[in-house]
């Protein structure tokens, strides 16, 4: 079975940093690899994904994720974040079981 | 398009009591997911069907916990008896595909459980 761990559990930022949340995956065959986002008072929502090819993947809102097998990890990029990208985020891994398996999340909270 | 809908959203009980929760998939949408979300801890996979069959029930604790999905729409998912430990955010879930598939999977808003 596959495990997913996320480094960081809260992270404090100004408006205009740049962002990078951590996330390492164990598991011995091909993954699928995605970041979910829920804002507060909504739903899980798909931010990117990435099943293969390129392993540099840009999802909605302005983040970007990149792929690096050799590190089993999948971290996810903001070049300048927004108040507005408050949030908490998960990394989730989905094996040859197409069953996803998430991390514990990191609280992003942007101040203004 | 209307999102997965569940209900209700918050629900507190007593332990030893039974609950029930319910969940409206995305039309058209054949696989439907339960997930369980403890305070601090990422969704964890309790039940898969596809259309009106289990797929995957490994981790459900059937001693007190069920599930259906009548006629393959809605599913509904019944705790008793009610422990502690089962106080947390139960997620549903949806995808277009098969379960062999690795469509999205579109969540619903949670029914939030404190146990007594």
């Known amino acids: 079975a596959q495990s997913v761990s996320q480094h960081n559990h809260h992270v404090i930022l100004s408006e205009a940093a740049s962002l990078e949340l951590g996330c390492n995956y164990s598991y011995g065959g091909t993954v699928n690899l995605f970041w979910y986002v829920q804002y507060p008072g909504q739903h899980l929502q798909l931010l990117l994904k990435y099943f293969s090819g390129d392993p540099l993947v840009k999802g909605i809102k302005g983040f970007e994720a990149e792929f690096i097998k050799s590190k089993f990890s999948f971290n996810l990029r903001k070049p300048s974040v927004q108040w507005s990208d408050t949030a908490e985020y998960f990394c989730?891994?989905?094996?040859?079981?197409?069953?996803?398996?998430f991390g514990a999340g990191t609280t992003v909270t942007v101040r203004a | 398009e209307a999102g997965v809908a569940q209900s209700p959203r918050y629900k507190i009980i007593e332990k030893r009591q039974s609950v029930a929760f319910w969940c409206n998939p995305i039309?058209?949408?054949?696989?439907l997911y339960w997930y369980q979300q403890i305070l601090g801890q990422g969704p964890k996979l309790l039940i898969q069907?596809?259309?009106?069959?289990?797929?995957?029930d490994s981790q459900l604790p059937k001693d007190r916990f069920s599930a259906e999905r009548l006629k393959g729409v809605d599913s509904t998912l019944k705790i008793q008896p009610a422990k502690l430990e089962d106080s947390a955010v139960y997620l549903c879930a949806s995808s277009l595909g098969a379960q062999t598939s690795r469509d999205t999977q579109y969540f619903g808003p949670g029914t939030r459980l404190t146990v007594l």
């Open positions: 989730a891994v989905m094996g040859n079981d197409y069953k996803l398996s």
């Open positions: 039309s058209g949408h054949a696989t």
């Open positions: 069907f596809q259309n009106n069959g289990v797929v995957d």
